[in-house]
C-alpha cells in the first residue's frame, strides 16, 4: 500500500511567507522547475553556495523538501525549528547512518528529499568540490530518480542576480555509485561551465 505524502504544517505555513519574501528581496531566477515532479519520490540535488540556497529552493517548487543539514544548526531553539521544517540532522564528522536510513524512509514516502552533495559550500577556485555519495545511495536504494540543479550568481537585494536551473530526472542505472556519483558531479560540472547555465 502506497504512503500518501503528508507535508508538515508548519512548512504548510511559513513556505508561502518565506518564498514571498525572498522572492521581493532577492528577485531569483527560476528556470526548469516543471522538472520537479508534482508528487512521487525524488532526490533533489545540486551545488551549494550559500546559506540561502535551502531558501531558494523551498521558493522553487510547493512540494516539501525535507533537506539534510548539518547537526550544528541543529541545536537550541533552532532545533525546534528545524524539527518542524522537516529537515534531517547529519553528523558530518562520522559516516551518518542514521541520517541516511531517515531520508530512505521519507523517500520510500514518497516524499523529496534535498541535498548539496559537495557538503559545504564550495569557497575553492574549484567549479565544484568532489561529491559524496549520499544523493546517489539514497536514490538507488529507494528506487528514487534525482533532479540535478544549478545555483549561479549572488544573491544581492533587489537585484536579479541569483539564478537556480532543474534539469530532468536522471535515473541511477547499475549498482556502481561510485560512478553514478562521478557522473552525477561531472553533469552538474559541466552545466556550471556551460552557457546553458
Known sequence: ????????????????????????????????????????????????????????????????????????????????????????????????NFALAKAKSFLNKDMAIGIFPEGTFNRSNNVILPFKIGAVKMAHDTNSKIVPFTITGKYKLFKKSVKITFYKPITIKGDNLDEANEDLMKFISKKLTSSEV
Open 1 to 96: 500500500m502506497r504512503v500518501i505524502e503528508k507535508d508538515p504544517l508548519f512548512y504548510k505555513i511559513v513556505r508561502p511567507v518565506i518564498s514571498l519574501l525572498f522572492k521581493i528581496l532577492y528577485r531569483p531566477i527560476i528556470i526548469g522547475k516543471e522538472n520537479i515532479p508534482n508528487k512521487g519520490r525524488i532526490v533533489i540535488a545540486g551545488n551549494h553556495t550559500n546559506n540561502f540556497d535551502c531558501v531558494l529552493l523551498i521558493c522553487s517548487t510547493k512540494r516539501c523538501i525535507h533537506f539534510l543539514a548539518k547537526d550544528e544548526l541543529y541545536r537550541g531553539i533552532k532545533k525546534v525549528l528545524f524539527k518542524h521544517m522537516g529537515i534531517i540532522p547529519v553528523n558530518r564528522r562520522t559516516k551518518d
